[in-house]
């Protein structure tokens, strides 16, 4: 793997902050922040929290029976600190929730994750370290984990629990108590590497994932086995390598796909500053890496997309077709992340944000896209089909009628069809990701359960949401509200009770 060399090779998180330089302007972001939210409470779900949460939810509707267990989430909590805001969605201290399902109610819990960037800046009152999107430094760091939020995803793997970021390693969670374990090295030589938060579990245990620096041209890949043994550990080269956050699983193939970036090499911006949309002069790119040997298969040329989530892939003939889905964005999305946290909201264009189908033939190197579903994002698979054939994608939507970023809409689409069967949320509400939960036994992909989480911005709440998966139009069977606002998460996973 050649850990030192790998690191080096890109910018990276841990590049920055080398000039000792701080952004004063992140104390404007804050005013401006809070003088949108008095005026459009909507904007609450980027507001910051403080401490963490217990609660007992009230159940309208009735819970299936059969759903039990825990839906795990994770996201940004603290964008606040000593009267300074951070200037991305995405730079947020990770908050990891449990909604524990059982005997037809349903208790919540939030704690943030004890990350070694979350009690060094606790106890200064003021943040220290850069972020994502936000160039503060106030103190010297080590590694990518001195600046390891653990925001993004939880992950059940291996009876263990894993709070994941995509710059460094995963943190492990108590799975009971949320309380912080602390940093987990899946093997010596990779302490500190890039871990994304988005791997793949095939349904015999086999977790695959990848870790990527900015900057570099080199991406780690590592196949983990289901005792937690790494089973494959390589680098693929890829020329002029920007943000990549997520990718898809094939029987034989990694897929992904390199959004038109330029990296500026101009220390006193943040990382997400430094990408530089280059979609004027070039398109992105689908990398195809052979499962077997871990190397590049084949590349092929798009129109000029960014990518944040995929859905899931499956291959055909032999191996010589490959079919995935994800999310296709038009231009740069990586600005309105930002300016969001100054509480600026902008149209929606959901032409801009389609679900997509593409098909790649190996032997003639041919590309072939079909909408699926506009204004989408967070596509999900039942887990029980990853690498494998599919035919129903989970996605949440919007329409016109929002502005950008505020989702309110939860679909199945039929993936040969093209036919969504969708619910759309009241007015003020703000849908996350939801999943696909199988039932014991489910022969169809249809045969379970859609659940999520939704954010009540008229009444400060939040709630879990569970839906038929054959019949989402029908409305939630069960809505649980808490209380209280939880923080808005990025992902999460369901893991059901032992039998």
Request: hydrophobic share 40%.
């Amino acid at each position: 793997m050649q850990r030192r060399h790998f690191l080096k090779a890109g910018i990276g998180l841990a590049a920055l902050g080398a000039t000792g330089f701080a952004r004063a302007d992140a104390h404007t972001t804050y005013e401006r922040f809070h003088a949108a939210l008095a005026r459009d409470p909507e904007l609450g779900v980027y507001a910051n929290l403080e401490g963490n949460q217990h609660g007992l939810a009230v159940v309208e509707g009735r819970m299936p029976a059969e759903l039990q267990g825990t839906f795990f989430r994770n996201g940004p909590g603290r964008f606040e600190l000593g009267g300074e805001r951070y200037h991305h969605w995405f730079d947020g201290d990770g908050y990891a929730q449990a909604w524990r399902i059982g005997a037809g109610t349903v208790a919540h819990q939030g704690r943030f994750v004890e990350t070694r960037k979350f009690l060094d800046e606790s106890a200064a009152g003021q943040f220290l370290y850069p972020a994502f999107g936000t160039n503060i430094a106030r103190k010297g760091f080590r590694d990518n984990d001195s600046l390891n939020t653990a925001n993004t995803n939880l992950l059940p793997f291996n009876d263990r629990l894993y709070a994941l970021w995509e710059g460094g390693s995963a943190t492990e969670i108590d799975p009971d108590t949320l309380a912080t374990v602390g940093i987990h090295t899946w093997r010596d030589d990779l302490a500190a590497m890039p871990f994304s938060a988005h791997p793949k579990i095939e349904p015999d245990g086999t977790l695959w994932n990848f870790g990527a620096l900015p900057g570099g041209d080199k991406v780690a890949l590592y196949r983990i086995g289901v005792h937690g043994d790494v089973l494959q550990a390589g680098v693929a080269e890829i020329p002029q390598l920007a943000l990549l956050h997520d990718f898809a699983v094939s029987a034989r193939h990694l897929i992904f796909v390199v959004p038109p970036y330029d990296v500026s090499l101009d220390a006193d911006l943040s990382l997400a500053e430094r990408h530089v949309w280059a979609g004027s002069t070039r398109g992105a790119r689908v990398v195809v890496v052979a499962k077997d040997t871990l190397t590049i298969r084949r590349v092929y040329e798009l129109p000029p997309h960014m990518v944040f989530h995929f859905g899931n892939a499956w291959d055909d003939a032999g191996g010589a077709v490959t079919h995935f889905d994800l999310v296709l964005h038009d231009g740069d999305m990586l600005a309105a992340t930002s300016r969001v946290m100054e509480g600026e909201r902008e149209a929606n264009r959901p032409s801009a944000h389609a679900a997509t189908r593409i098909t790649l033939d190996h032997a003639t190197g041919r590309v072939r896209t079909t909408r699926l579903l506009d204004g989408a994002e967070f596509p999900r698979v039942m887990p029980n089909v990853v690498a494998r054939r599919h035919g129903r994608l989970a996605v949440l939507s919007s329409d016109a009628r929002n502005t950008a970023l505020a989702l309110d809409t939860v679909n199945v689409v039929d993936t040969d069809t093209g036919r969504a069967d969708s619910w759309r949320f009241g007015a003020g509400w703000r849908a996350e990701e939801h999943v696909l939960v199988p039932r014991r036994g489910a022969r169809r992909e249809t045969d379970g359960w859609l659940v999520g989480v939704a954010q009540d911005t008229t009444t400060n709440t939040s709630a879990l949401t569970v839906f038929d998966a054959a019949r989402v139009h029908a409305g939630p069977v069960a809505l649980a509200r808490l209380p209280y606002r939880t923080p808005h998460c990025f992902h999460g996973n369901f893991l059901a009770a032992q039998s």
